[in-house]
């Protein structure tokens, strides 16, 4: 069965940073792309981040290109979203989730975890 | 980018009704590149349909995908308290992937 588990979230200050982490488990984990995906309170989904399972091919949503940085070790079965210069919109709830293939060439996502709040406010 | 929009904003329905939930498309969704999810209140969302049509392990044959280009069809017969929530489209074929508002199917 396939698991994901995410950590990392809380409340950070606008400008600050904060280190989301999805830990999974059931399937193997270089085999898929995975991505973040995050819904704003009262809002619908958005995508954020995906990379490939194994390789450099990574996507960023525009709204967060530049200042976010999605990252994975396969060693560890873990990958990682290092989100900097936090905004006020970027308050959410962050979903790490599965892609069906190891490139990114269907993003769509099979698996999600069951998610981590993160809060920017002063 | 294409941009997704979902109607109605809300159904109201029984148990046991029909819900019809469209998705139209700024552009042509390359390759049927159209997936359809499930999100309850506390739950994450469930991968329901991809390619327009086919559906995900474990879901029902109740559930169908429909559509072609820009407009698309999610279908839900005889619908069960656990089909309330929210669904939403999503396109996965040009990046940024993007996702529709979402369309409310609440208890009548």
């Known amino acids: 069965e396939v698991q994901l588990m995410e950590s990392g979230g809380g409340l950070v200050v606008p400008g600050g940073s904060l280190g989301l982490s999805c830990t999974a488990s059931g399937f193997n984990f270089r085999n898929y792309a995975m991505a973040w995906v995050r819904q704003a309170p009262g809002k619908g989904l958005e995508w954020v981040a995906a990379m490939m399972g194994v390789g450099d091919d990574i996507e960023y949503a525009d709204s967060v290109r530049g200042r976010f940085t999605i990252s994975r070790d396969n060693s560890r079965n873990t990958v990682s979203l290092q989100m900097n210069s936090l905004k006020s919109e970027d308050t959410a709830f962050y979903y790490c989730?599965?892609?069906?293939?190891?490139?990114?060439?269907?993003?769509?996502?099979?698996?999600w975890g069951q998610g981590t709040r993160v809060t920017v406010s002063p | 980018e294409i941009v997704l929009t979902q109607s109605p904003d809300t159904l109201s329905l029984s148990p046991g009704d029909t819900a019809t939930l469209s998705c139209r498309a700024s552009?042509?969704?390359?390759?049927?590149?159209l997936a359809w999810y499930h999100h309850r209140p506390g739950q994450p969302p469930r991968l329901l349909i991809s390619?327009?049509?086919r559906r995900a392990s474990g879901i029902p044959d109740r559930v169908i995908g429909s559509g072609s280009g820009t407009h698309f069809t999610l279908t839900i017969t005889r619908l069960e308290p656990e089909d309330f929530g929210t669904y939403y489209c999503q396109q996965y074929g040009p990046s940024p992937w993007t996702f529709g508002p979402g369309t409310k199917v609440e208890v009548k």
């Open positions: 390619s327009v049509s």
């Open positions: 552009q042509n969704v390359d390759r049927g590149y």
């Open positions: 989730a599965k892609l069906p293939l190891v490139t990114l060439a269907r993003g769509y996502f099979e698996s």
